[in-house]
């Protein structure tokens, strides 16, 4: 149980493509969903939280107009990297949770390796 | 504030018993996570402590002591799969998201 799906698992396109990556809980509903970004040999950072019918919560730094989050339902979540450059070249990794509360575990999607050109 | 450290790598041998530390310091604590990440994947669930004590899952025991801020993950019959990522993270009552330490890589040697 408890399954996460990204999609997809890497992009590859040119600077000023808006790239849309989707995160699905397959086999439960996700009350909240989150996006990370991890950079080589590094941590986690968590860039959003979004809660389903809401807006999402961006972390200090996070450009809201750059990383656009839609929560349209309890199993979808995407993010769209838009007008992507170099710079945004990451590993890009959905997690969901079943409550709001942090006492229940994320289960991660498999992640998204974005390269622009 | 919120503040989790653990160190930065750690190595081992293969057959060895390795423990990972990791100390917390939140406001309104609710509960300790381990997860496990091999390079260029996204991380997978390990464990779950909230109250004190050992908590045993197979070849893995994550410890947690909330008075001391405190947890490990204790490895044993290590195998060169191990070699990974072991990430810490707290929960808290007052916020949805996960709070993630800088993570431990570990090397495991034959």
């Known amino acids: 149980g408890a399954v996460v799906s990204q999609h997809p698992s890497r992009v590859i396109c040119k600077s000023g493509t808006s790239v849309k990556i989707e995160c699905r809980s397959l086999?439960?509903?996700?009350?909240?969903m989150f996006w990370y970004r991890q950079f080589p040999k590094k941590s986690l950072m968590l860039m959003a939280t979004?809660?389903?019918?809401?807006?999402?919560?961006?972390e200090q730094g996070v450009e809201k107009d750059k990383f656009l989050i839609n929560h349209a339902s309890l199993t979808l979540s995407t993010l769209t990297v838009t007008s992507a450059h170099p710079e945004d070249s990451s590993f890009y990794i959905c997690?969901?949770?079943?409550?709001?509360?942090?006492?229940?575990?994320?289960?991660f999607g498999d992640g998204t390796r974005l390269s622009i050109l | 504030g919120q503040n989790i450290d653990q160190p930065t790598e750690m190595t081992a041998t293969e057959g060895a018993i390795v423990q990972i530390n990791c100390t917390y310091q939140?406001?309104?604590?609710?509960?300790l996570f381990w997860y496990q990440q091999h390079a260029g994947e996204a991380p997978t669930f390990l464990s779950y402590?909230?109250?004190?004590g050992l908590e045993e899952k197979g070849r893995f025991s994550s410890f947690l002591s909330r008075s001391k801020g405190y947890s490990y993950l204790l490895l044993k019959e290590l195998q060169m799969k191990d070699s990974a990522s072991y990430l810490c993270?707290?929960?808290?009552?007052?916020?949805?998201?996960?709070?993630f330490g800088t993570g431990t890589r570990l090397q495991v040697f034959p």
């Open positions: 997690s969901a949770s079943t409550t709001v509360r942090g006492n229940q575990p994320q289960h």
């Open positions: 086999d439960f509903q996700a009350t909240t």
């Open positions: 979004s809660n389903e019918g809401s807006k999402a919560t961006y």
């Open positions: 939140t406001s309104g604590f609710n509960g």
């Open positions: 402590n909230v109250l004190d």
């Open positions: 993270a707290v929960g808290s009552y007052n916020t949805d998201k996960l709070i």
